[in-house]
């Protein structure tokens, strides 16, 4: 990997964590599109599980004292059954079923959820939330507008929505490099040492995002949210459907 390409990572890194310690996952988005190029599909899930983990870690861990573990360890529960699922059906994922999906995924953001009252805060809710969330984090790699339409209309405050999610997107992360690690041993050893090198800039960009966050209203950040992710699944979209048509 050249010097260019690695000091290109890591402005990515840090600005796509930047990007999510204020949001909670629009970066994590970007980094996934910007990765597909560099790498087959389940590489780049992999190592793109591998860098989110230190960027979702160090978010967690910035903001733990908000995170509500009963709702964490319910939608733990979700995602270890959705992982094992796809694991006995022996799953492989593909460019154009992952550009589409992630492309799609901003709809749910948009959906009237005061009329489905979804909450993660009731088990029940935080157990399909952790299964359609860890279907979608092993299967296309990101599952961030999932999560985050049980999350945005709860009666939380912002820092325990992004504290909660963090811890929670640090686990699917984690399960998703587990899933992929066949796909990722093959990456040569000179990327996996670029990759470690830009990881910690992850929890630079995070802790900056963290601020922000922290200046910023409950209102702001639900709007803010919104426009972000739907303005990136659209990008994935339309490749998606370059490479239908293709």
């Given at each position: ?151 945005i209309r709860t009666t939380m405050d912002r820092r325990t929505v992004i504290a909660t999610k963090a811890a929670t997107q640090l686990v699917s992360h984690a399960t998703k490099v587990v899933f992929y690690w066949n796909a990722a ?60 048509v293709g």
């Open positions: 990997m050249s010097l260019a390409i690695l000091f290109g990572m890591a402005c990515t890194v840090f600005l796509t964590s930047l990007l999510s310690g204020v949001f909670g996952m629009a970066g994590g988005l970007i980094l996934l599109w910007i990765l597909l190029f560099l790498m087959p599909v389940g590489t780049a899930i992999a190592v793109h599980g591998v860098i989110q983990m230190v960027s979702n870690g160090s978010r967690a861990w910035f903001s733990r004292h908000y995170i509500d573990f009963s709702i964490l360890g319910i939608l733990c529960i979700g995602l270890a059954i959705s992982a094992a699922v796809l694991l006995v059906l022996d799953y492989t994922p593909n460019i154009v079923v992952v550009s589409i999906a992630i492309g799609l995924m901003p709809i749910l953001v948009w959906l009237p959820v005061q009329r489905l009252h979804l909450d993660a805060s009731r088990p029940s809710h935080a157990l399909v939330c952790g299964l359609v969330a860890g279907a979608l984090t092993v299967g296309v790699g990101v599952s961030g507008p999932t999560i985050d339409i049980f999350f041993s093959a990456l040569p050893q000179a990327d996996w040492i670029a990759i470690a090198l830009a990881a910690p800039i992850a929890i630079l960009g995070t802790r900056a995002g963290n601020g922000i966050l922290q200046r910023m209203t409950d209102v702001g950040f639900r709007a803010w949210t919104r426009w972000i992710v739907t303005g990136v699944g659209a990008v994935y979209l339309l490749q998606g459907l370059q490479h239908v």
